[in-house]
C-alpha cells in the first residue's frame, strides 16, 4: 500500500501575504502607469479593494478592479504584482502561521506524503517554500501554472 497523501492550501492555511498585498499591488499598479501612462484606471484601488478579490487568480483580480483595461495592461500587471509580491515574499513579508513546519513534520513522521496547493503562479509558491524552508516537506507543488486560472 503507498502512503497516504495530504494536500494544503497555501494562502490562508500555510501562509498569509494579507499584510503586504495592498501595498504590494499599489506598487505594481504605478509600475503600469508610470510605463504605460492611461492603460489603467487613473485612480488606484483601496486596499479593502483590493483584499475583496483576494482568493482569486490574480488575472482575475485585475479584470475586476480594472475591467476597462486592454489586454496588454494587463499582462504586464499581472507579471508585476508577480514580481512585488514575490520580492515582499522573499523579504520576510508574509506571516508563516503558527505550528506550521511542526505540524508537517508529524505528518511526515506519521508516514503521510505532503504537498502544497495554490492558485497562485509556480513562482510564488516556490518562493514562499524557499523562504520560509518549507520546499523540502512537500513531495507535489500544483499551482495556477499547472491547472489554469
Known sequence: ?????????????????EPFLGDAYREAIERVNAERPG???AR????REILDHIGWPVPVILRRLFPDADAPAIRLLHAETLAVICAHVAGGD???????VPTL?????????LAVASNGRTRYVETVLDSYTL????VARISADDVGD
Open 1 to 17: 500500500m503507498s502512503p497516504a497523501l495530504a494536500a494544503f492550501d497555501l494562502d490562508g492555511v500555510l501562509y498569509s501575504s
Open 39 to 41: 492603460s489603467l484606471a
Open 44 to 47: 488606484i484601488p483601496t486596499t
Open 94 to 100: 508574509g506571516v508563516l502561521y503558527p505550528d506550521v
Open 105 to 113: 513534520r508529524a505528518l511526515q513522521a506519521r508516514g503521510l506524503h
Open 135 to 138: 520546499a523540502g516537506l512537500f
